[in-house]
C-alpha cells in the first residue's frame, strides 16, 4: 500500500463488529494488526507484549471513556502512535491527549487509508505528504496542525 511499510496495529475498540471491520480494512491497506481490545488492560497488554506502531483507539469503552487515558500511556509508556476511532468526536479532549488524528465513525475504507498514509507519513517526516487535504471526517490534533500549516 506504501513505500513506507507496514504498520503494526493494535485496535482499541469494544463493538467487534467494527473491530472486525476495521481489522480487515487495514488489513487489505497491507497493515498488520496485532490485536483487538475491548477494555483498557488488555489495550495496555497487547501494547507491552506485541509493540505496535499504532493504536487506533475507541473512546468510549466497556470500562468507561477510558480512550484518552489509554492513549497517553500508549504514547507515553509504549511510543505508539495513536489516531482516536470514535462516533463522538465533541469528547476528545482538546489536546488530544497526544494523539495524532481522529477519525470519526462510521469511516470509510479510503477514510481509514488516508489516515493510514497520515501516519507513514509522519512516521518518515514527509511534511509535505501530512499537509495533504484531509477527507471529511478526520481532524488532525491541534498541535500538529500548528505545525503543518
Do not use: N
Request: net charge negative; glycine share 6%; hydrophobic share 50%.
Amino acid at each position: 500500500m506504501s513505500e513506507y511499510g507496514k504498520l503494526r496495529v493494535l485496535i482499541v475498540e469494544d463493538e467487534l463488529l467494527i473491530a472486525m471491520e476495521l481489522e480487515s480494512c487495514l488489513a487489505s491497506l497491507g497493515q498488520e494488526v496485532i490485536g483487538i481490545a475491548a477494555e483498557s488492560g488488555e489495550a495496555l497488554e497487547l501494547a507491552r507484549t506485541a509493540s505496535p506502531d499504532l493504536a487506533m483507539v475507541d473512546l468510549h469503552l466497556r470500562d468507561g471513556c477510558t480512550g484518552p487515558q489509554i492513549a497517553a500511556d500508549l504514547i507515553h509508556r509504549h511510543k505508539v502512535l495513536v489516531v482516536f476511532s470514535t462516533g463522538t468526536p465533541h469528547h476528545i479532549p482538546s489536546d488530544y491527549a497526544g494523539a495524532l488524528a481522529a477519525i470519526i465513525k462510521p469511516w470509510s475504507p479510503e477514510a481509514v487509508e488516508h489516515v493510514v498514509r497520515f501516519v507513514h507519513a509522519y512516521r518518515a517526516g514527509d511534511r509535505t505528504a501530512m499537509a495533504a487535504p484531509l477527507l471529511p471526517g478526520i481532524s488532525i490534533a491541534p498541535s500538529l496542525r500548528a505545525t503543518l500549516f
